[in-house]
Structure formats: C-alpha cells, structure tokens
C-alpha cells in the first residue's frame, strides 16, 4: 500500500522508456529526449538526478536491466544499420561494450531482465512473430 512517491520529474527526464534499481537503490532510466533513438541513460538516486551517460543510439523502446554480475547496466542500443545490439556499461569506468554477440539480428526488441541466477532474458517483437533469448551471455 501506501501513495506513490516523485522520485523525479521533468528536467533530465524528457521521455522516459524504461528503468531498473540496482541492489542498492539507484535507479536507472533510458530516456529519449525527442530525437528517435538518441537518448541518454539518467541515474537517479536520493531524489536528484544526474546525466549518467550521454550521446547514445538506443532501440525503440529501450530496454535496461542491471547484469548479471551486478557491476554493469546492460541495455538495447541501435547500429549503424537499425538492428537492436545488446551492450553493457560498467558502472564504474562506464566503459561500453557489446555482449551478446550470438544473437540473431533483433529490431523491436521489447523487454530485458536478469534473473536471480544471473540468467538473462530478452523478449523481441516483430510483424512475423516475437522470440524469447535466455542465457543470453
């Protein structure tokens, strides 16, 4: 129960798409701002926010979710030829790179997360049909 409580409104935030909290209660959110597919990664912790990442090419929607060793953010961002790429950010150095490498080619992709046991699952949709990836790493 209880009344939902503004953590943050406005100002970074322009079109949030998607968000995860990490175990220790900063929470993450892609958002783009107005420009399909440019956006930013927003960290949002004790009620203030800060640009955590910026000048990224992000899927549509764009998907985010804590991985599995809980160092890194991974999310859907977009290559140079439209296709959904599944990357990570280090939290610390914020160094990015591209996992997943074995998937097939996505656009669409709708949903990310990671299970308890580390194992991560994507959910894609497209006009013929949606897939479900798991153990992606």
């Known amino acids: 129960g209880g009344f939902p409580l503004?953590?943050?409104?406005?100002g970074l935030l322009k079109q949030p798409s998607a968000l995860t909290v990490t175990s220790t209660g900063d929470i993450y959110v892609t958002d783009l701002p107005?420009?399909?597919?440019?956006?930013h990664i927003v960290k949002i912790t004790a009620?203030?926010?800060s640009d955590f990442?910026?000048?990224l090419t992000l899927g549509l929607p764009a998907p985010i979710t804590v991985g599995p060793s809980g160092g890194s953010l991974w999310y859907v961002g977009r290559d140079a030829t439209g296709y959904d790429v599944?990357?990570?950010?280090?939290?610390?150095?914020?160094?990015?790179?591209?996992?997943g490498q074995n998937l097939p080619k996505l656009r669409g992709t709708t949903g990310l997360k990671t299970g308890k046991t580390g194992v991560v699952v994507l959910s894609n949709s497209t006009a013929d049909g949606g897939a479900m990836y798991v153990n992606i790493p």
């Open 6 to 10: 503004t953590v943050l409104k406005g």
């Open 34 to 39: 107005g420009v399909p597919t440019q956006g």
């Open 47 to 49: 009620n203030s926010g």
């Open 53 to 55: 990442l910026s000048n």
């Open 86 to 99: 599944l990357q990570a950010v280090d939290l610390k150095s914020k160094t990015i790179t591209n996992v």
